[in-house]
């Protein structure tokens, strides 16, 4: 599992070579007052805060897991009802829906099942600037044999 970020992060740079950041997400998306930014160039996709449960099954260790996606816009265009750039909504909610197909079903590593998507969730990050996040969550199943050892 110690390369199960970076296989995510790779497949979705493959499917999404327009996003400027690909990371692990480990709080890029809190805005840093002293530099004036956000510590991340959008368009921007980050991966963490995996959640595993784990069950034993002799000397297996079985865990059901999620993670979370978050995908992170930044909104200039002002796109209100005859703006002239409406388009801008249906453009960010189709970048947000290749991002989910990369993803599901995507088997990022062999002890692994498939990601499946399980919920999404959108938001507008507090704070200077006009920043969209598109959260998604994945449910994974994982084997692990190398650390229960039997009664």
Known sequence: MENLFLEIMRQIG?????LR????????LAY?????????IFPAALVGNISLDWTTRGSIQQGTGTLLVR????CYDDTHLGSGTEDKIAERQQMNGRLCRALHNFQPLPEMGALERTRS???TLQGPGNIKVYETT????????G?????
């Open 147 to 151: 650390v229960a050892t039997p009664l």
């Open 71 to 74: 995908l992170a816009i930044d």
């Open 14 to 18: 493959e499917q999404m070579p327009e």
């Open 32 to 40: 840093d007052e002293n530099a004036g930014a956000y510590p991340v």
């Open 21 to 28: 950041t690909i990371d692990e997400d480990y709080g890029q």
């Open 121 to 123: 969730v959108d938001y």
């Open 138 to 145: 994945f449910a994974f199943e994982v084997v692990d044999r």
